[in-house]
């Protein structure tokens, strides 16, 4: 690839149910998470037909039921649940669908274009909380990458849950290359506090803000690809911002890449397109339109988190 040419990139966070499970409100997404295989399948199409090789980061513990207790594993500490093992969705009566996917794996590499399969964590345990240790850490992503390597996967790319990075050697230790850093925005470092975070977030979107353009950087051995822009949905309030502002702020951020060489990441939930699934897939697949003009102009080029180079001198 020249060194002028712009790269973009996908992440997607395939979590289902496990996403909230700890906090008490799966039922706010329930409808969503039904949508989500369909989703999934659609996406899979678009990926195909504009050759987009996409990185999918997926929560493992979808691969398996609970047919054992998880007598292996250490609780971590979080003070907003009190047994996270206990509480798991395959635990705790949880309808099935909402967790279980075990044909997920095989939608993916269906794919005509190669996608990457990435990991979530086993079960979307927040590694950078306070409450999780080392050990935690350890056992969380030694279960997820073992999952994945019972189906012949070797994971290579890896998505923080809720984006809370912490325990980054223990990614390495694994065998993990690359993970995706916070957006690469002021407000989303982890001194602002939470509470200003969403109305900063809302106005970004609702003024069409240019979203930034990226570079690769290393720490401690692994690559990080920070976030450029979330690709909001029609929903959780994001619906009171005008339909078209994730495309147009997609625009932006692609034209500046095909300028200056840079990386433009680009990051959603699958389920996120579950709540107007027609609507959204719609509009993701106009983001998709504006990738492939300028990759046929030859200003970009598509590739997977683990294969984005970190920037040279």
Known sequence: MDDDTGVFTISLDTELAWGTFDKGNVERYEEAYRNTPEVIDQLCDLFDEYEIPATWAIVSHLLEDCGRDHYDRTSPNFEWVDDWFGELPCASGMDEEL????????????????????????????????????QHAEEEIGAAVGTLRKHGVEPKSFVFPRNDIGHVDVLREYGIEAYRGLDARWYERGWVPGVVKPPLRFADEAARLQPPVVEAVERGGIVEVPGSQVFRPSHDGWQYASGESSIARARKGLERTARTGGVFHLWFHPFNLGHEPELDLARFRDVLETVTEFVERGEIECRPMREIEVAGP
């Open 99 to 134: 967790w279980y996917a075990p044909w997920l794996l095989d939608r993916i590499q269906e794919c005509e274009t190669e996608q990457e399969i990435g990991l979530h964590g086993s079960t979307h345990m927040q590694l950078g909380a306070d409450g999780c240790s080392r």
